[in-house]
């Protein structure tokens, strides 16, 4: 059974009989360009991803001006009011 030392210098030697001693440089460095290009697009990706994940969640601004709407809308004055003052408030409304 080979190991993967043995596997490793195998795979080597066969690329040197394929492409020769002067071009493994030069596939070496399309290889590493690739593999940058990859790593770019990936990481391209993923920020895109975050993005869009991020403006699609709420602002911490924006349950208290719907709030504020709700109370307004049911004749509420949310003047001087804490969030939990006005969902008091909008409870009572909503039950009598």
Do not use: W, Y
């Not at 001693?21 to 990481?43: N, V």
């Not at 804490?82 to 009572?92: M, S």
């Amino acid at each position: 059974m080979l190991g993967i030392n043995e596997m490793v210098i195998i795979v080597l030697a066969i690329v040197l009989l394929l492409v020769g001693s002067k071009k493994i440089p030069e596939l070496a460095r399309a290889m590493g360009r690739a593999l940058g290009e990859f790593k770019r697009g990936k990481m391209e990706i993923e920020r895109e991803l975050a993005q869009q994940a991020a403006s699609q969640r709420p602002t911490a601004a924006q349950p208290r001006a719907d709030l504020f709407r709700a109370a307004e809308a049911l004749g509420i004055d949310p003047t001087g009011k804490n969030e939990h003052q006005l969902r008091e408030e909008i409870a009572v409304r909503a039950r009598g």
